[in-house]
């Protein structure tokens, strides 16, 4: 085939592939801010998978289903991505230069890639040394200026209010409503894919934008007539970051899930109304609890999050005596596994053999042959 063949044949494919997903803004267009003029950017983020859990579902009975939303498969590896198109969209819209977010490492690998897709420079604020390697790898790679502060992500997100005050760069954090908007999509692809709401949703809390955006997708949709229930919301803090549990702010949150490693959570206030809404409940899980998650997650259903993810299954498995017979529940994986290499080795029960020979008996041997 020549080359300009081959030219005509692919951006061809492209043309199929863009019809065929084209992106959440595309998507759901008609649920989202935009117009004809807003400049889209994206990375054709959304459209992840449901994915049935029948090994957790065996710690339940009582023919509950559990389903994850695997948003790990983001372009990003995180759910940030969502809520970051929306945003990055609308600050390029209005014309801006700049963006800027305080990050546990998520909000900020995807603030630097969305940025860098619509020609705009990104500032992340970070706590120094409490953000997972394959994150921070993601902001200096997609070409972010990197601050790490000594201090924690509360503190990061103050000063990043008083900056984007103070000078010429968009806040993208959730704060941001265009956030929550784009991040309410996960809830509109749910209720696609199953024809309904589930009944209970199960997620980890950390800011609580994410909460507030599931929220806020399916009353869209029951609005709509798109399903005719609404979920109980079931919130998951990591104990020793728990505010919301506790009901008073934590001034030195500590988790081995450092996604969620929050002590004051800026949409406090519309979390509380979440709960209350829904009927929901916020609970909190302990490391332990997390990791015992995160590698059942992994080792039994092949699926790989980051711990902060593991917390909406931790938290089911916590509360899993309130769940109705036969209900349909569906947790959260926020994020990839794979952006935190060192929690995963550090944690995992699973040995390494090394210093072996390479010599045919002893690896056989090895392995038990
Ligand atoms: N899971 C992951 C993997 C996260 O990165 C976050 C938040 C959450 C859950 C909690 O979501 O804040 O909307 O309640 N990460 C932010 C960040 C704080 O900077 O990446 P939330």
Known sequence: MNLSKFAENSSKLQDKYSSSWGGLIETYRPYLPVNNTTPVVTLLEGNTPLISTPSIASYIGRGVKVLVKYDGLNPTGSFKDRGMTLA???????????????????????????????????????????????????????????????????????????????????????????????QKTAAFEIVDVLGNAPDWL??????????????????????????????????????????????????????????????????????????????????????????????????????????ASAASVAGLLKVKDQIPNNATVVCVLTGNGLKDPDSAIKNCQNPIHSEVSPDLEEVAKIMGF
Do not use: H
């Open 88 to 182: 990055i969209s609308k600050a390029k819209e209005a014309g801006e230069k700049a963006v800027i977010c305080a990050s546990t490492g998520n909000t900020s690998a995807a603030a630097a890639a969305y940025a860098t897709r619509g020609g705009m420079r990104a500032f992340v604020i970070i706590p120094d040394g409490y953000v997972a390697l394959g994150k921070l790898a993601q902001a200096l790679v997609y070409g972010a200026s990197v601050i790490a502060i000594k201090g924690n992500f509360d503190e990061a997100l103050t000063i990043v209010k008083d900056l984007a005050n103070s000078y010429p760069v968009t806040l993208v954090n959730s704060i941001n409503p265009y956030r929550l908007q784009g």
């Open 202 to 307: 199960c997620i980890p809390v950390g800011n609580a934008g994410n909460i507030t955006a599931y929220w806020m997708g399916f009353s869209e949709y029951y609005q709509e007539g798109k399903c005719d229930r609404l979920p109980k919301m079931m919130g998951f803090q990591a104990a020793g970051a728990a505010p919301l549990i506790k009901k008073q702010p934590i001034p030195n949150p500590e988790t081995v899930a450092t996604a969620i490693r929050i002590g004051n959570p800026a949409n406090w206030t519309k979390a509380l109304k979440v709960q209350q809404e829904s009927g929901g409940e916020f609970n909190s899980v302990t490391d332990e609890e997390i990791l015992e998650a995160y590698r059942i997650l992994a080792a039994k259903e092949g699926i790989f999050c980051e711990p």
